[in-house]
């Protein structure tokens, strides 16, 4: 099967020490790559008078736009854990005692060619966002005390009738890497309690 390949070639690359022994679990249902398909056109239903309707009315083709056309056109810049980001939006509203955002949201660009982001935890709960190019593959590994760490595969997608979802979360502490099954992906991941700070990444794999 094409995804045990894929999932001993996963393996085989440089996984934090700290979340080996993994035991795997994909979605409840079977994976099929040929379910993961790409957003090709978007219609609008936006019907108000300052729009052109003839613009609106229009399918857009993504797959004609590449990842540098939309690093450039969202004004993104290189993350440390890999891919391009910008934050949208902060909290006014900051954790008691700190100057830290209750929360934040980004965009998110993963670029195929450039494979998975680095394993890295945050401490805090992150929700993940689809909105256009490639369907995202997003692992998770949780840890727990005499027990195997367990690998959970989610497909961040537009086809929720193929085993795609336009969410997933990761809760605080859990170790997380992503890659675009295609060229490019763009998402957007929301901090919730206590906004993201670069900085403050529990821990990133070397």
């Known amino acids: 099967m094409l995804l045990h390949r894929y999932l001993a070639l996963?393996?085989?690359?440089?996984?934090?020490?700290?979340?080996?022994?993994?035991?795997?679990?994909?979605?409840?249902?079977?994976y099929k790559r040929s379910n993961i398909t790409a957003v090709t056109s978007v219609r609008s239903n936006n019907t108000s008078?300052?729009?052109?309707?003839?613009?609106?009315?229009?399918?857009?083709?993504?797959?004609?736009?590449?990842?540098?056309?939309?690093?450039?056109?969202?004004?993104?810049?290189?993350?440390?854990?890999?891919?391009?980001f910008r934050q949208t939006f902060e909290d006014p509203d900051k954790v008691p005692g700190s100057n830290r955002s209750l929360s934040t949201l980004i965009y998110y660009l993963m670029v195929g060619k450039e494979g998975f982001s680095r394993w890295h935890t945050v401490d805090a709960t992150e929700v993940w966002h689809y909105y256009?190019?490639?369907?995202?593959?997003?692992?998770?590994?949780?840890?727990?005390?005499?027990?195997?760490?367990?690998?959970t595969i989610n497909y961040l997608g537009p086809d929720i009738f193929q085993e795609q979802s336009p969410q997933a979360v990761i809760p605080k502490g859990v170790w997380q890497r992503a890659t675009s099954y295609g060229d490019w992906t763009l998402v957007g991941t929301t901090e919730c309690v206590r906004g993201l700070v670069l900085a403050r990444l529990l821990e990133l794999a070397r």
Do not use: M, W
């Open 132 to 151: 256009a190019g490639a369907p995202l593959i997003l692992h998770q590994v949780r840890r727990s005390e005499n027990e195997p760490a367990n690998l």
């Open 10 to 30: 996963l393996f085989a690359s440089a996984i934090p020490s700290s979340a080996l022994s993994l035991r795997a679990k994909t979605s409840t249902l079977s």
């Open 49 to 84: 008078t300052n729009c052109n309707r003839n613009t609106t009315s229009t399918p857009i083709d993504l797959t004609q736009h590449t990842a540098d056309e939309v690093i450039k056109l969202l004004n993104l810049s290189s993350n440390i854990e890999g891919g391009y």
